[in-house]
C-alpha cells in the first residue's frame, strides 16, 4: 500500500527536499556512492516521519511541534557531504592532502550511521505498535519491505566507499564497527534523553542534538585513540594516523566541553555519594547543606577544567605551555584589539540584557518577539569579531558555550547561591517551546552562529559561509519571525510551530 502524495509532503518537507537536491546537483562523479546513500537516507526518513506522525502517542516530545525527523536525519549528512565536496575540489587543485578528505569522508558516513541507527529504532517502535494494534495492517508491510531495502542498499553503498579509502579488509571492518557503534550509541543517547527530559524537543531535534554529540565525542576520542598508539607503541609496529592537523583552539573547545562532560558525570555521582553517607544527617539546617553541595560544585569544577582536561589537551596536542596559560597568551598576543572587543561584548551584554530583563516582566510583548532581540544583539556582537578577529571569535564562542553549559547545570541543580537567580533570569524568556527541565533557546542561537564559523575552518572556498550563521539567525530568522507572527496565516505543517 503506498503513500499518498498529498499525504506524504507538507512544506517543511518540501523544503528539506529541495535543499537536498540543490546539494546533490553539485556533486562530482567521485561521490556518486554519498549521493546514493543521502537519496535513500532522505526516504527511509521520509517513510518514518509519516509513520510517526501517524502514532504522537509512542513519543513523549515537545508539544505543538512536528516531528521534525526528516530535517533531524538528514541535516549533518547533507552538512558533511558539502564540506566533502569543497574538500574534494581542493584535492583537485592539490591545496590540501588526501588524509583531509578521507577523515571527511568519515565523518560523513559517521554522522549518516547516526542517523540511519535512529530511523531503524524508530521505524521498529512504529512497525511494533502498529501491528500491536492490528496485525494485519497492510502498511506496515510495506513500509517494511521498503525500509529493509534502503537499509540493505545503503549498507551496501558504504561498505563499496569504504573499501576504496581502505587498505586492507582488516582495515575496512574496523571503519564499519566504528560506525555501528557510533549509531548505536546514537540510539542508546535519544532513548536516554527523551525519557530524562520529557516534553523539551521534537524527535527531529533529539536526533540532530544526539548524532551532533556521538560524532564530536567519536572523533574526540578517535583522536585520543591514535595518539596515545603513537605514544605507546614503536611506529615500525603501529602506523595509525586519524584525522587531521588540529589547531590549538579547537582542542582546547574540545577539552574544555569533554571536561564538563565528566564534570556533570562526577559531580551527581559525588553527590549521591554525599547523601548516602551524610544525608541522612538531618540535624543541619538546610543553608548548610546548600553550602556543601556548593562546594563540591565548585572543587569538582575547578579540579576538573584545571587538571583533567589540560592534561587530555597536552596528550593530544604538543603545547609549549600549560593550555590555560596558552590561552592568556593568545589574548595578549593582541592586547588592545582583543580587550577592546571584550569589553564592547560585555558593555552590549549589560545594556541589553538589563533593558529587555525589565521589558518582559512589565510589557505584554510576546515571548518569541522579545527574543528576536538578542539574534539581532548577536548580529551586533559577532559580526565586528568576524571580520577583524575571526580566530579570537572561535575561541570566545568555546568560553560562551562552556559559561551557558555552566549555568545550565547551576540552574537545573539550583546551586547556591546562584540556582534560583539564574532559573527566574532564563524563565523571563523562555516560551512554549521550553520546559522548567531543560532550556535551550540560548544555546540554538549561539551554536547556530558558530557552527557555521568552525566548520569553515581550514580550506573554505566560500568567503560567505562563516557569516550564513549569524546572518541567517540574526536577520533572517528575526524578520521572519516578525512577519509572520504579525501577518501569518499558513503554517508549514499541521503540526508546526
Same mark, same amino acid.
Given at each position: 500500500?503506498?503513500?499518498?502524495?498529498?499525504?506524504?509532503?507538507?512544506?517543511?518537507?518540501?523544503?528539506?527536499?529541495?535543499?537536498?537536491?540543490?546539494?546533490?546537483?553539485?556533486?562530482?562523479?567521485?561521490?556518486?556512492?554519498?549521493?546514493?546513500?543521502?537519496?535513500?537516507?532522505?526516504?527511509?526518513?521520509?517513510?518514518?516521519?509519516?509513520?510517526?506522525?501517524?502514532?504522537?502517542?509512542?513519543?513523549?516530545?515537545?508539544?505543538?511541534?512536528?516531528? /521534525?525527523?526528516?530535517?533531524?536525519?538528514?541535516?549533518?549528512?547533507?552538512?558533511?557531504?558539502?564540506?566533502?565536496?569543497?574538500?574534494?575540489?581542493?584535492?583537485?587543485?592539490?591545496?590540501?592532502?588526501?588524509?583531509?578528505?578521507?577523515?571527511?569522508?568519515?565523518?560523513?558516513?559517521?554522522?549518516?550511521?547516526?542517523? @540511519?541507527?535512529?530511523?531503524?529504532?524508530?521505524?521498529?517502535?512504529?512497525? @511494533?505498535?502498529?501491528?500491536?494494534?492490528?496485525?494485519?495492517?497492510?502498511?506496515?508491510?510495506?513500509?517494511?519491505?521498503?525500509?529493509?531495502?534502503?537499509?540493505?542498499?545503503?549498507?551496501?553503498? @558504504?561498505?563499496?566507499?569504504?573499501?576504496?579509502?581502505?587498505?586492507?579488509?582488516?582495515?575496512?571492518?574496523?571503519?564499519?564497527?566504528?560506525?555501528?557503534?557510533? /549509531?548505536?550509541?546514537?540510539?542508546?543517547?535519544?532513548?536516554?534523553?527523551?525519557?530524562?527530559?520529557?516534553? @523539551?524537543?521534537?524527535? /527531529?531535534?533529539?536526533?540532530?542534538?544526539?548524532?551532533?554529540?556521538?560524532?564530536?565525542?567519536?572523533?574526540?576520542?578517535?583522536?585520543?585513540?591514535?595518539?596515545?598508539?603513537?605514544?605507546?607503541?614503536?611506529?615500525?609496529?603501529?602506523?595509525?594516523?586519524?584525522?587531521?592537523?588540529?589547531?590549538?583552539?579547537?582542542?582546547?573547545?574540545?577539552?574544555?566541553?569533554?571536561?564538563?562532560?565528566?564534570?556533570?558525570?562526577?559531580?551527581?555521582?559525588?553527590?549521591?555519594?554525599?547523601?548516602?553517607?551524610?544525608?541522612?544527617?538531618?540535624?543541619?539546617?538546610?543553608?548548610?547543606?546548600?553550602?556543601?553541595?556548593?562546594?563540591?560544585?565548585?572543587?569538582?569544577?575547578?579540579?576538573?577544567?584545571?587538571?583533567?582536561?589540560?592534561?587530555?589537551?597536552?596528550?593530544?596536542?604538543?603545547?609549549?605551555?600549560?593550555?590555560?596559560?596558552?590561552?592568556?597568551?593568545?589574548?595578549?598576543?593582541?592586547?588592545?584589539?582583543?580587550?577592546?572587543?571584550?569589553?564592547?561584548?560585555?558593555?552590549?551584554?549589560?545594556?541589553?540584557?538589563?533593558?529587555?530583563?525589565?521589558?518582559?516582566?512589565?510589557?505584554?510583548?510576546?515571548?518569541?518577539?522579545?527574543?528576536?532581540?538578542?539574534?539581532?544583539?548577536?548580529?551586533?556582537?559577532?559580526?565586528?569579531?568576524?571580520?577583524?578577529?575571526?580566530?579570537?571569535?572561535?575561541?570566545?564562542?568555546?568560553?560562551?558555550?562552556?559559561?551557558?553549559?555552566?549555568?545550565?547545570?547551576?540552574?537545573?541543580?539550583?546551586?547556591?547561591?546562584?540556582?534560583?537567580?539564574?532559573?527566574?533570569?532564563?524563565?523571563?524568556?523562555?516560551?512554549?517551546?521550553?520546559?522548567?527541565?531543560?532550556?535551550?533557546?540560548?544555546?540554538?542561537?549561539?551554536?547556530?552562529?558558530?557552527?557555521?564559523?568552525?566548520?569553515?575552518?581550514?580550506?573554505?572556498?566560500?568567503?560567505?559561509?562563516?557569516?550564513?550563521?549569524?546572518?541567517?539567525?540574526?536577520?533572517?530568522?528575526?524578520?521572519?519571525?516578525?512577519?509572520?507572527?504579525?501577518?501569518?496565516?499558513?503554517?508549514?505543517?499541521?503540526?508546526?510551530?
Amino acid at each position: 500500500m503506498a503513500i499518498s502524495p498529498s499525504k506524504a509532503m507538507n512544506g517543511e518537507r518540501a523544503v528539506v527536499l529541495i535543499f537536498v537536491l540543490r546539494v546533490l546537483s553539485t556533486l562530482p562523479l567521485a561521490l556518486l556512492p554519498h549521493a546514493l546513500s543521502l537519496s535513500l537516507l532522505s526516504l527511509f526518513s521520509l517513510v518514518v516521519e509519516i509513520r510517526v506522525d501517524d502514532s504522537p502517542s509512542l513519543f513523549k516530545t515537545r508539544p505543538g511541534a512536528s516531528s /521534525g525527523i526528516i530535517l533531524g536525519a538528514v541535516t549533518l549528512p547533507t552538512v558533511m557531504l558539502s564540506k566533502l565536496i569543497q574538500l574534494s575540489r581542493a584535492v583537485s587543485l592539490q591545496q590540501i592532502e588526501i588524509g583531509e578528505l578521507e577523515h571527511m569522508t568519515m565523518q560523513f558516513w559517521a554522522a549518516s550511521a547516526c542517523s @540511519c541507527g535512529v530511523l531503524i529504532f524508530l521505524f521498529i517502535v512504529t512497525w @511494533c505498535a502498529a501491528n500491536n494494534k492490528n496485525p494485519h495492517f497492510s502498511c506496515s508491510v510495506w513500509d517494511a519491505k521498503f525500509s529493509l531495502s534502503c537499509v540493505i542498499l545503503y549498507s551496501a553503498v @558504504c561498505c563499496i566507499s569504504l573499501a576504496t579509502i581502505s587498505h586492507t579488509g582488516f582495515n575496512t571492518a574496523l571503519k564499519l564497527l566504528w560506525l555501528l557503534c557510533h /549509531g548505536f550509541a546514537t540510539v542508546k543517547l535519544i532513548q536516554h534523553l527523551l525519557s530524562t527530559f520529557p516534553f @523539551c524537543a521534537s524527535i /527531529g531535534e533529539a536526533n540532530l542534538v544526539t548524532s551532533g554529540l556521538v560524532l564530536y565525542f567519536g572523533d574526540m576520542l578517535a583522536c585520543t585513540i591514535s595518539k596515545v598508539c603513537r605514544l605507546l607503541i614503536p611506529p615500525e609496529l603501529v602506523s595509525i594516523r586519524y584525522g587531521i592537523k588540529r589547531s590549538e583552539i579547537g582542542i582546547v573547545i574540545q577539552g574544555v566541553l569533554l571536561g564538563l562532560l565528566i564534570f556533570s558525570a562526577v559531580f551527581k555521582f559525588l553527590i549521591h555519594l554525599w547523601e548516602y553517607f551524610w544525608g541522612a544527617n538531618n540535624s543541619e539546617s538546610r543553608e548548610r547543606k546548600e553550602i556543601w553541595r556548593s562546594l563540591i560544585f565548585l572543587t569538582s569544577l575547578g579540579f576538573i577544567m584545571i587538571a583533567v582536561a589540560p592534561s587530555w589537551m597536552m596528550i593530544v596536542l604538543d603545547f609549549d605551555v600549560h593550555p590555560v596559560l596558552w590561552i592568556f597568551q593568545f589574548i595578549f598576543s593582541e592586547p588592545f584589539k582583543r580587550l577592546s572587543l571584550c569589553i564592547y561584548w560585555l558593555v552590549l551584554i549589560y545594556a541589553s540584557v538589563l533593558r529587555f530583563y525589565n521589558i518582559s516582566k512589565n510589557s505584554k510583548i510576546e515571548r518569541i518577539l522579545l527574543r528576536k532581540y538578542y539574534h539581532l544583539l548577536a548580529v551586533l556582537m559577532f559580526l565586528p569579531a568576524l571580520i577583524y578577529q575571526p580566530k579570537f571569535l572561535d575561541l570566545a564562542f568555546g568560553a560562551a558555550l562552556a559559561v551557558f553549559l555552566v549555568l545550565e547545570i547551576i540552574r537545573v541543580w539550583r546551586i547556591w547561591p546562584l540556582g534560583q537567580l539564574v532559573h527566574q533570569f532564563m524563565s523571563a524568556f523562555t516560551d512554549h517551546r521550553d520546559s522548567d527541565l531543560i532550556i535551550v533557546s540560548h544555546f540554538s542561537l549561539l551554536l547556530g552562529c558558530a557552527l557555521p564559523i568552525w566548520m569553515s575552518s581550514g580550506f573554505n572556498d566560500r568567503p560567505l559561509t562563516p557569516f550564513a550563521g549569524i546572518l541567517s539567525l540574526g536577520i533572517g530568522d528575526t524578520m521572519a519571525s516578525m512577519v509572520g507572527h504579525k501577518y501569518g496565516v499558513l503554517r508549514w505543517s499541521k503540526t508546526g510551530s
